[in-house]
């Protein structure tokens, strides 16, 4: 098979662009005239669209390179982080209703209109920062090795190509093709997020996300039927690649921390992040955000079969001499390369792209959306509307820059697998957001003073973990053996484990501190938590779904059960 992407690859990928770009310049047509059309598409976006678009910003080429990667090295351990489609149910059925019943357009705003300004400003600029640092700088970072690997030498080549090079003073010690080909995904993304807002990026994600699917189901197919069909698989990669269930004593991947400390990031991600959430903001009413929400559920099971698996079928057909890769991050990239047909490959390699895209893309209009409503908007209160917008605009086109410019700095995490990168930061990151959200829902005792100490301790905690971790980490991996004291002991621990641990102190200090200061004005709070809805309010969420929303939430849990049950060794 030619490694190489061919004239109807070309074509094909070229059909793909001008679709996408076709979308994009249909929405951009219809104008955003208020910030409530430009950041949260006028408030009316379908389920469907909602979904598709839910799951399209999870699965970034991050997500491809580095689950394909994982499943490669590890197997199926982090398939429980693939089962939060669970946890997205909570998303529709608990937090939803709050977060509409409240106005508002932002997490953080949340967090004033439950809490105070405090809280509000402290989640606006650590999300923003994390945005900065992690999705954006991650996503450009795998979208550059995907790329590269697919298309780089072609791009390098032409015209184009070498005039980049040329403007920059690129040698080849600089991989001129990564640099390239994160350039030009970053630009196109920015371009349309830019102009068109959040309608933009949830209608061209709709559609990336069937490319994505049908692609990576390809992949699936082409590379069981490569190996000898998954019976082969099974006794050619082992029994343990295909065991999500490990011993809470296995240093990488203890079953503990993956399914408790998982469950604690995953709250997080799926339920209060502004980077998801806002897609089901989006949404006319409670019932049409929910349905979404469950319809992005279900897609969120398919990361198993088709990213998962085909890391395994890569494992498998490099221990039969089929394909060989160098590291894990090369494992996608390497099977589209040398196991497609002309025509599927560039199919294939528009679905990379679309999940570059689709995920860069929600990141630049998230944090644009919270940069403009929670800090510019509530430092100039009386802004029209059309200054809004273009702030909004601007801060786009910001975080595009710094997140190129944080390009060579996320390099430094090439050796290692993306996947598991990502998992451990965010470990970090979620507990005391977690804690502050669930508790603040749950119980109306929870004060603004609660609130932001956990936000400040978890912050401090986090800190001083990953500052542990840099400091005992060894070059080639693992913590130093030899070092001893405190800080060690406690980068010894599993990052899952610590989420679990950080999930509990972080509790434990909001209740304290909520005890001991003052009752919240209930009143103020009112429909905001469960201890404060009226009988209206109870009787208007009992009118917001059907049976039969209550029956596909039923059947996809067990599907959930089911994967857990199978995948057991």
Known sequence: MNPSLETLDWLVLGGYFAILLGIAWWVILQKNRTSEDYFLAG????????????????????????????????????????????????????????????????????????????????????????????????????????????????????????????????????????????????????????????????????????????????????????????????????????????????????????????????????????????????????????????FGAYLKLAPIFIFLIPGIIAFALKKKGIITFEKSDQVFPTLVRYLLPAGLKGLVAGGLMAALMSSLASVFNSASTLFTVDIFKKLRPNAPERQLVTTGRIATAVVVVLGMLWIPIMQKIGGGTLYQYLQNIQAYIAPPITAVFVLG?????????????????????????????????????????????????????????????????CALVCVLVSLVTRVPDYEKIRGLTFGTLSAEDKAEARKSFTIVDVIVSVILFIIVVGVLVYFRG
């Open 441 to 505: 829902i749950f119980w109306k005792r929870t004060n603004a003073e609660g609130a932001i100490a956990t936000l400040l301790f978890g912050l401090v905690v986090a800190t001083i973990r990953i500052l542990s971790e840099l400091q005992y980490t060894l070059p080639e991996g693992g913590i130093d053996p030899n070092a001893t004291g405190v800080f060690a002991s406690f980068a010894r621990v599993n990052f899952s484990h610590v989420a679990i641990f950080m999930f509990l102190a």
């Open 43 to 294: 408030r009316n976006i379908g389920w469907f669209v909602i979904g598709a678009s839910i799951f399209a910003s999870n699965i970034g080429s991050e997500h491809v390179v580095g689950l394909a990667g994982t499943g490669a090295e590890s197997g199926m351990p982090l398939a429980h982080y693939e089962l939060h489609a669970w946890i997205v149910l909570m998303l529709g059925w608990v937090f939803l209703p709050f977060y509409m019943r409240s106005g508002a357009f932002t997490m953080p705003e949340f967090l004033e209109k439950r809490y105070d300004s405090r809280s509000r400003w402290f989640l606006s600029l650590f999300s923003i920062a994390a945005y900065v640092l992690t999705k954006v700088s991650v996503t450009i970072y795998a979208g550059g090795i995907v790329v590269s690997s697919l298309v780089g030498t072609e791009l390098v080549n032409s015209g184009f190509g070498r005039f980049f090079i040329d403007l920059l003073n690129l040698s080849p010690d600089n991989d001129p093709a990564f640099w390239l080909s994160s350039f030009l995904v970053v630009l196109v993304t920015g371009l349309y997020t830019i102009l068109g807002g959040m309608r933009a990026v949830v209608y061209t994600e709709a559609f990336q996300t069937v490319i994505l699917l049908l692609g990576s189901t390809i992949i699936t197919i082409m590379g069981l039927n490569a190996v000898g069909g998954w019976s082969e698989l099974k006794a050619t990669a082992g029994s343990d690649h295909f065991n999500m269930w490990r011993p809470a004593s296995d240093p990488d991947f203890p079953w503990t921390g993956l399914l408790f400390g998982g469950t604690v990031v995953g709250i997080w991600y799926w339920c209060t992040d502004q980077y998801i959430v806002q897609r089901t903001l989006a949404a006319h009413n409670i019932k049409i955000g929910r349905r979404g929400a469950i």
